[in-house]
């Protein structure tokens, strides 16, 4: 599976697969991928965050070979993420895979911008883990 770019027209806009609460009690929605190769390119991003006082649901990435991450948009870089930004508590992110690789500005990230508390971020890769 791979998730690339942004929109050339407006560079604030990438894309993204994801879930997410806006100004609401209720919770966001937890995402799963499961797949053999996982790749997020040019500032495109896949998470759960929750804008309001719901918590974030927890994201889960299964991808039996490896897991890239790399580059940027002129506004973002790519990321893996969750993400309580308001009072709401954040869920559980957490990656299963045999070689993960996190390059070129992209991130992988688990926190809150808000009073809420952050959430727990696991990495599970059997072979190799290369950040540069």
């Known amino acids: 599976m791979q998730i690339i770019g942004f929109s050339?027209?407006?560079t604030s806009i990438s894309s993204n697969v994801g879930s997410s609460v806006l100004g609401s009690s209720g919770d966001?929605?937890?995402?799963t991928v499961s797949t053999g190769k996982f790749t997020v390119l040019n500032g495109a991003s896949l998470g759960?965050?929750?804008?309001?006082?719901?918590?974030?649901?927890d994201v889960t990435v299964n991808a039996?070979?490896?897991v890239e991450?790399?580059?940027?948009?002129?506004?973002?870089?790519?990321?893996?993420?969750?993400?309580a930004a308001s009072q709401g508590n954040g869920g559980k992110l957490t990656i299963n895979t045999l070689k993960l690789i996190v390059q070129d500005?992209?991130?992988?990230n688990s926190g809150t911008l808000g009073t809420g508390n952050g959430g727990s971020l696991t990495i599970n890769?059997?072979?190799?883990?290369?950040?540069?």
Do not use: C, Q, W, Y
């Open 64 to 66: 039996a070979r490896s």
């Open 105 to 108: 500005g992209a991130t992988i």
């Open 28 to 31: 966001a929605g937890d995402v």
């Open 8 to 10: 050339s027209i407006n």
């Open 69 to 83: 991450l790399s580059g940027r948009s002129p506004v973002i870089g790519s990321s893996v993420s969750r993400l």
């Open 48 to 57: 759960s965050v929750s804008f309001g006082s719901g918590k974030g649901g």
């Open 125 to 132: 890769a059997r072979e190799s883990v290369e950040v540069s």
